[in-house]
């Protein structure tokens, strides 16, 4: 399917969503041309999407691809944080069918605003999660080698502050029903693929791998399921 979105224009014509002083956008354009449905990928814990940089290395090369960043905003629940990331989103996909794909809390809120975009009416092709339970969101070890050298060195405290809100949220969320195919890749000592049935109206294809951090092993693995 053709998608009629323009998503050739650079990362300054992009809406100028922020978070506080760190000026990251809420939506990074990571491959911003092609014509396939666009995917969106929601952050991790710790709020940024740099660590999806690789996965864009095995997704075909005709279909654009988006990280969904934190914003300064901190709302009180996570759906309530998944409906501000679904107007961002739409901010820049105005028209036709997408996929959502998150890592860990990112699937966790991946599902979430998966499940405000369909109460819109907006079609969610596919929702990929990795290494995601819905109802066991485990504690992310050692966020600061996770940050990389991307970062301003002296945002450490504030990307740190988000990561323990949104830890908190996703201790407090219930996931609502996701009414579609889903793709979950687990590793093998942390599978939460079969809870995610019941948060799932639709198909959910599972897939265990070694190490479900590994993009390199998930990324293919991800790519046919678009």
């Not at 940024?48 to 075909?60: F, G, K, M, P, R």
């Not at 219930?174 to 109206?201: L, Y």
């Amino acid at each position: 399917m053709t998608v009629v979105n323009d998503y050739s224009k650079p990362a300054t014509e992009l809406p100028d969503h922020t978070i506080t002083a760190y000026a990251a956008p809420a939506i990074v354009p990571i491959r911003a041309t092609g014509t396939q449905a666009p995917v969106f990928c929601i952050h991790p814990l710790e709020g940024l999407t740099s660590c999806y940089a690789e996965l864009v290395e095995y997704i075909d090369d005709d279909r654009p691809v988006f990280g969904v960043q934190a914003i300064g905003e901190r709302p009180a629940s996570l759906t309530a944080l998944a409906a501000r990331y679904a107007d961002h989103i739409l901010d820049v996909h105005t028209d036709g069918p997408l996929h959502l794909l998150g890592t860990s809390f990112g699937g966790l809120l991946a599902h979430a605003v998966a499940v405000e975009l369909q109460a819109r009416g907006v079609a969610v092709d596919s929702l990929v999660l990795v290494d995601s339970d819905p109802l066991a969101h485990r504690p992310q070890p050692d966020l600061l080698s996770r940050m990389g050298d991307v970062i301003d060195r002296s945002r450490v405290e504030e990307l740190l502050a988000v990561a323990a809100h949104n830890e908190k949220l996703a201790s407090r969320h219930f996931p609502g029903v996701f009414v579609g195919k889903a793709f979950v890749v687990s590793g093998v000592e942390s599978d939460g693929g079969p809870a995610w049935h019941a948060f799932v109206n639709g198909t959910v294809a599972k897939y265990l791998v070694p190490d479900a951090s590994a993009f390199g092993l998930v990324g293919p693995l991800v790519n046919r399921f678009f």
